[in-house]
């Protein structure tokens, strides 16, 4: 089993900067992609970054050029710098972690329980 223990997050103003991280833990052979989601109030789940353990990154268009996404292959660790934020960004932020727990075994594809951002006008 692979738990993910998201931390960062809070109340910024508007234009202000924000930081994420995700640490995993548990039965990990290797990890793939390692992503972060949001979902604000009454909208569903979205896209905002995802990694490639080789460092190739996927961004959503509305964060391009004010979000960062990065990651610890050491650590099994994946950060999310969120700079120039605006009110829209505000939803709750899901790390998510797909690899294997061995060589030959199931793919497990893990969530954090999320972390709440919000940016106040």
């Known amino acids: 089993q692979v738990q993910l223990v998201e931390s960062g997050g809070g109340l910024v103003q508007a234009g202000g900067s924000l930081g994420l991280s995700c640490a995993a833990s548990g039965n990990i052979f290797s990890i793939g992609r390692m992503g972060w989601y949001r979902q604000a109030v009454k909208k569903q789940r979205e896209l905002v970054a995802t990694?490639?353990?080789?460092?190739?990154?996927n961004y959503a268009d509305s964060v391009k050029g004010r979000f960062t996404i990065s990651r610890d292959n050491a650590k099994n660790t994946v950060f999310l710098q969120m700079n120039t934020l605006k009110p829209e960004d505000t939803a709750v932020y899901f790390c998510?972690?797909?690899?294997?727990?061995?060589?030959?075994?199931?793919?497990?594809?893990?969530w954090g329980q999320g972390t709440q951002v919000t940016v106040s006008s």
């Open positions: 990694i490639t353990s080789s460092g190739s990154t």
């Open positions: 998510n972690a797909n690899g294997r727990t061995s060589p030959v075994a199931t793919i497990f594809d893990s």
